[in-house]
């Protein structure tokens, strides 16, 4: 075993991955775009994410540009561990906006396609649907393992780096990937949701008109949204937790083992995890097959079949490998991988007792409904508070077991302690590699929710008729629970690899900084750093909402305007310029999207300068532990008011146009930009700052004594 | 200066206030009631406060008969400090209580007062309002000091210990405060939110008959409410955060000046800022009184000319003190005194500027009800998110300046680093109570709000005429205003008196630990400790909301009920059952206090146990940080809700009865239990399960290598 192997393997990986996504692709694109009318709008859709998105590049390019300047400074002035890191950032932006460019474009592709051949059957749509999700889960996993392995080469071969500095230096990479999810998420998120409230507004509340009736004038933008925000932007992110885990695992193998031989096989480790993830991912895709008419309930369970068996393969291939690889003496670590994997399911599964409304909380919050918008309000956030326990304990419970599992102790006076506690961490990184290994599948099946969604909105919107949209609609729903479980392994891994950055954090300014640190929570700067880190996700999170009603205000004063200069719109007469209200989500949501994101950029840096790095440390925490909670708060929360109104939209509580519903409908507004804008976004702020701090930590060092004495 | 003047000076302060406060109290009852029918009304206000008060009483005395059970058990089997700490327990209990009760007696007989002199005039209403606010304040400050003197008679000249002991032991006597705090907070918030929302959504929506229409059968527990919640919650909070303060201080200036003479200096100065702050606010209170006929702008001018004069002049005499006591060497703890009055009052301006219609933040949440309900929340949750940032630096602010200025370094290579260390964090001690001390001001004015309102009610109900009503509005809405200002002082004080208790439990550990303790946040027991502490205020939080719901429930049932069975309702010519509304909020209110206060007592324990020390100093730092910015986040959004909903009620955007009043209404609802109930109830949390582990440190050392071997 050496560093060979790691390129190998790695590279191994990524091209099984990409293949199989390849396949899948032209899997999706032999399945026929309908009718004319049915392709037209779908083109409309296509021409309007790509317009969206290559908008959204140019400004994150200035952005990115100004970044790099700034580090090839840094770099000159010896404040920065290696020259590499500039253009690593470059590297992982780009192939983070790759991996979102690459799943709107198929789901632009499948989205006409899932329509006509929902047509057909419920089958034949779902066929189309998860191979489109397939491409996009597939096409993140490849694409991650190969900027990696290339990088790896380029260091280790190009460069003849040692282990220590390659996994220290790599560890630093997630930054670009990281900041540009961020990016992707935001602005994604608000575009869609601006799109999706403007449109709803107005014409479902002011016109009277149904959701994507083509003459809503923002219908169009709604659906476009769909693909920027849920599709592009969660490609993005899920690059990034990727990537972000496996790097953050080298790093704390590298310490963890450092001075051995050991240390090249604590980073084959986690790469080999994540390959062996791949290819139990796709022997888990071809599990998805259906028999034609089966019922919904059946479909949930092809889906779960899939996804479960691919986790058990890799749970199961993780043991030999364990062995094989670290020895019979480091078996414990295998014990970690299982952790993080079974945390990522135990997630799952309480997210969706959460939000869907099969169990009691959401059927209680419908029940809310009967007495207004106001206690419907109050139940769902009461709703998502709740729903931050499980999680938070079955973390902590994670956390603990990899920790102690992988040799670590929390009895600080033993004698080994210092190596015990490295190689504890060294599980704890490992926990969030296991978690996140099938992702492939995972992601498949998260991303053809928003595919079916816009299905529904194509079928809709070309009158393709009642059964289709119900077929769309079954999807949509079935998509809803499945990203639960996606979301599950999102948001426990997010705050699995914050933790070990944090640690990564923690040893580069050791090196750096004379004297001891006291990162004890006694400490008033750490306190302070913790204070700030909290407030933060707390600002965050406001900046991004009322960042979707900016937007949103805009979009309504563009669709009363053209319901009211375009004569003809509402009998069919004339068209609605659907482009102008495109062109305003994309104004909007750019605008919208850079102070939330600066914002992550900057405080670590000057909270390093004003307080001192203990404070940064206090501030990473801050930022981890109630960014996770807000997360989970929002996105269960948002979850379960959309679920809450589905359900009575069912026929409950006086079903549709009643007053339960119009509550149900309010609590939805409030819920879309929760969970589909804030929650999702913190979870890459969380880790952003961490490798922000790294990054610049050399900088921070260099100026915090001016102020600091 | 030596022990005696501890008890001296702490004495005379107490019967000051006191007297002050029988003063005010004589001033009150020389005021006539009205009507025989406002006299009636008034007297079933009072029978129903009485009565909750007494079952509230009733109820949390068997849960203390328990505790104080263990707590002699705890101290048979040696695993207390001291014999003493169970019957301080009972102590703060009972005297927190007595805070409480006196509150409501003189609430509720100022109510009817203040209904009957506005009658006459604005000024003669807010005398008789102002007084009775003030005799809460001083009442609240002068038992304060007492039960510190006496207990600091009895263990310095009773039982003989030294500054040290007193001072370590006195630190634990804060919980039987805290724990009674909650309830009534706890308790007295579901009542009162549960009565206001289930009289508002029966009879203002369904019947559509004005608030506090007498033919609503919960009006009466609606203003029941007032008086047990935001009267006598308010009074046993503020006695807990008074007392809590001082206490903290003595423990951190023990430790600080140990083995010193100065070490009884060290205590007397915070009870002597205190003593001073007392006299400080009886001259402040002199100088509110107004001619008659000036406008509500020159009454708040003389509201706040009261309080900033009170602060004004502590900040001067606090100079001298601290000269005179602790000697020029350690003249800078006069800064930390300084900062923490300055924060205080800046926290105030900016609680002012986000929840008052006066300000941008809350008319654009106005502007926003224009979209409906939807964006209203949205608008208001993220107001609320933003307002968090200024609170939390002005706090970082104020505990980095007093740390520095009483000593403290952040230069860890320091040679004196641990001495300075503890100077520092007493200086943080300190500035706590700077804040505090002027609290019988600044609560006068705050509490004056709810009598003003029951007041209006009581004119509503007893049909004195539209002007008298809005001269009680007038006054009420005055008191929304200073009432930002004593939540600033509260809710700072929470987070500085929180760590001056995370120290001093640390203290305490340390001693009894074998080995060291690794309180760095690297340490995963630490930071697991971290993610539960967050994650209980978010329980917390959801369980005290939730709590409203099941509570209101209760009342819309019961309300419904009456106007179906009993007829004649509506036209007048039946009485409602007054008192079955309140018998059910009541119950309800006790029910649901239960488990959100019993939380915070065993998660501690437990966590100690399970996890150890480390993660419970975690878990002490979660609930702080999160407590702080989710108590700030849901105080203003529900403030600035209030204010918007007014601020239309005024005549914006189509006043009373227009689609956006009805949005106003709507965010108002999720408001309410935000503002009056979890809100204010966190900041109680944070120090309850502080003492909670102090007190119980032995219990959890004794047990935990059970768990963690």
Not at 35 to 50: D, F, L
Not at 177 to 201: E, N, P
Not at 399 to 421: E, H, Q, V
């Amino acid at each position: 075993m050496n560093a060979q192997s790691c390129f190998w393997i790695g590279l191994a990986g990524a091209l099984a991955a990409l293949a199989f996504a390849f396949r899948q692709r032209r899997k999706v694109l032999r399945f026929s775009e309908g009718t004319p009318q049915m392709a037209q709008i779908a083109a409309a859709i296509r021409k309007g994410a790509n317009a969206y998105l290559r908008r959204q590049y140019r400004t994150v390019a200035r952005i990115f540009a100004v970044v790099f300047a700034l580090l090839l400074l840094l770099a000159a002035f010896g404040r920065l561990d290696s020259w590499f890191i500039p253009f690593a950032f470059v590297t992982g932006g780009c192939w983070s906006a790759l991996s979102g460019f690459v799943g709107m474009r198929i789901a632009t592709a499948a989205n006409v396609r899932t329509a006509n051949a929902a047509h057909e059957s419920l089958n034949q749509g779902l066929k189309v649907a998860f191979a489109s999700g397939a491409v996009m889960g597939f096409t993140v996993v490849g694409l991650g393992l190969l900027d990696i392995s290339i990088w790896f080469h380029v260091l280790r071969y190009g460069a003849g780096l040692d282990a220590q500095t390659i996994a220290h230096t790599m560890v630093m990479f997630g930054m670009g990937a990281s900041f540009m999810a961020l990016f992707a998420r935001v602005g994604g998120g608000i575009f869609t949701k601006a799109a999706d409230v403007g449109a709803d507004l107005v014409g479902k509340v002011e016109a009277g008109i149904p959701e994507d009736d083509p003459r809503n004038p923002a219908t169009i933008a709604d659906n476009v949204g769909d693909n920027v925000g849920d599709v592009a932007g969660m490609g993005a992110d899920l690059y990034e937790s990727y990537v972000g885990s496996i790097l953050a695992a080298f790093a704390l193998g590298a310490s963890a083992y450092s001075g051995e031989d050991l240390a090249w096989n604590a980073m084959l480790l986690p790469l080999a995890i994540a390959v062996v993830g791949v290819l139990c991912s796709i022997a888990g895709s071809f599990l998805i097959r259906t028999k034609e008419n089966t019922g919904q309930r059946a479909l949930l369970g092809t889906l779960r079949r899939g996804t479960y068996s691919a986790a058990l393969l890799s749970a199961i291939l993780a043991a030999p490998l364990t062995y094989f690889i670290l020895g019979l003496e480091h078996i414990g670590v295998y014990l970690a991988i299982l952790a993080g994997l079974a945390a990522g399911c135990a997630i799952g599964y309480f997210t969706e007792r959460y939000t869907s409304a099969s169990y009691a909380p959401t059927r209680n919050l419908a029940d809310a409904t009967e007495t207004g918008a106001g206690t419907t309000v109050i139940g769902g956030l009461s709703l998502g508070m709740k729903s931050t326990a499980a999680p938070v304990l079955i973390v902590g419970a994670a956390i603990i077991l990899s920790f102690l599992a992988a040799g670590g102790t929390l009895s600080t006076d033993a004698a080994d302690y210092a190596l015990r506690f490295d190689r504890g961490l060294y599980g704890i990184g490992v926990a969030a590699v296991g978690m996140l290994s099938t992702l492939g599948i995972t992601l498949a099946t998260d991303a053809y929710g928003p595919v079916a969604d816009n299905a529904g909105g194509i079928a809709e919107m070309s009158g393709l008729g009642e059964e289709v949209r119900d077929r769309t609609d079954a999807l949509d729903s079935l998509g809803n629970t499945t990203a639960a479980t996606g979301k599950g392994f999102a948001i426990g891994s997010a705050a699995l690899t914050a933790l070990a950055l944090l640690v990564s954090y923690v040893d580069v300014v050791k090196v750096r900084v004379p004297g001891t640190l006291d990162l004890s929570l006694t400490n008033p700067a750490v306190l302070v750093g913790l204070f700030i880190g909290a407030m933060l996700t707390f600002l965050f999170a406001a900046m991004t909402m009322s960042g979707v009603q900016t937007a949103a205000q805009a979009i309504v004063q563009e669709v009363r305007r053209q319901f009211r200069e375009i004569t003809g719109i509402m009998d069919g007469s004339a068209q609605p310029d659907y482009a102008a209200c495109v062109d305003l989500c994309t104004k909007g949501a750019l605008h919208e999207m850079v102070l939330p994101s600066l914002l992550a950029v900057t405080v670590p840096v000057l909270t390093g300068i004003f307080l001192g790095v203990e404070a940064v440390v206090g501030l990473l925490c801050g930022v981890t532990v109630t960014g996770f909670l807000m997360a989970v708060f929002m996105s269960n929360a948002g979850g379960a008011w959309d679920n809450a109104k589905k359900y009575i939209e069912g026929g409950s509580h006086g079903g549709k146009g009643s007053e339960c519903h119009k509550a149900a409908v309010i609590g939805d507004t409030v819920g879309d930009p929760f969970k589909d804008t804030s929650g999702p976004s913190l979870n890459i702020l969380i880790k952003l700052m961490s490798t922000v701090s790294i990054v610049f930590s050399g900088l921070v060092i260099t100026l915090s004594p001016f102020f600091l004495g």
